[in-house]
């Protein structure tokens, strides 16, 4: 349990920045230290994709190189993400499901993390905003968390211990951009199984890009 001085250190804190790909890394540790800061690591590695998506969001939608500002918060037993840029007409979507398009997989993404999220749009910029769950209690049993359920499905059918609920893209043919969003699916549950049991999904991302550069050279 979280004593009451540390809550009281979780001041707001706010980052301008440039919208560029570059920026995510940054981003990503920036969220890493205050939320180690504020006694939630178990929220880290939600939040560092969220406000990756976030960006990237803008860097699609509104361009590289827009001035953006990154606001961090406490609602309640929230972690409060907001991401501002100056384009009022660029609102982001969910993508609906069996869409072609490729815009709306982050926002879809972050549906599926964040207990609720929204867009609102001010006289002079927008906001996009999510809040994820922080304390005890606000957030679902694993046992009933569907991202849990998927990723094990995938792990057990990779041990040969079952079959997955999940179309492989050469059964179908699936479109370049359906099949990349598939996997990025499959690898968010992935992500999201690995916080759950306590593992640290950057560590767990440089494990697998290290294991593929291996294989790749073998193989050249």
């Known amino acids: 349990m979280v004593d009451n001085d540390q809550r009281t250190l979780r001041k707001p804190w706010n980052l301008a920045f ?32 969220c406000v990756t998506e976030l960006l990237s969001n803008v860097i699609t939608h509104v361009g590289p190189g827009t001035p953006t500002t990154l606001s961090v918060s406490m609602n309640g037993g929230h972690v409060r993400i907001e991401i501002q840029d100056p384009d009022t007409r660029a609102l982001p979507t969910l993508l609906q499901t069996g869409a072609e398009s490729e815009g709306g997989r982050g926002m879809a993404l972050i549906d599926a993390m964040a207990v609720r999220w929204g867009v609102e749009p001010r006289a002079d910029r927008k906001v996009t905003w999510c809040e994820l769950a922080a304390e005890p209690g606000l957030s679902p049993s694993p046992h009933d968390d569907p991202h849990m359920r998927r990723a094990e499905g995938l792990l057990d059918a990779y041990r040969g211990e079952g079959t997955p609920d999940v179309m492989l893209v050469g059964s179908r043919r699936l479109s370049l951009a359906r099949a990349e969003e598939a996997a990025i699916g499959i690898i968010a549950d992935l992500l999201h199984w690995l916080h759950t049991h306590g593992r640290d999904a950057d560590d767990f991302l440089d494990r697998v890009q290290t294991h593929f550069e291996a294989e790749i050279g073998s193989s050249a």
């Open 18 to 49: 440039v919208a560029k790909p570059e920026e995510a890394t940054a981003l990503r540790r920036l969220m890493r230290l205050h939320l180690g800061l504020w006694g939630l690591p178990e929220v880290i590695e939600a939040a560092q994709l």
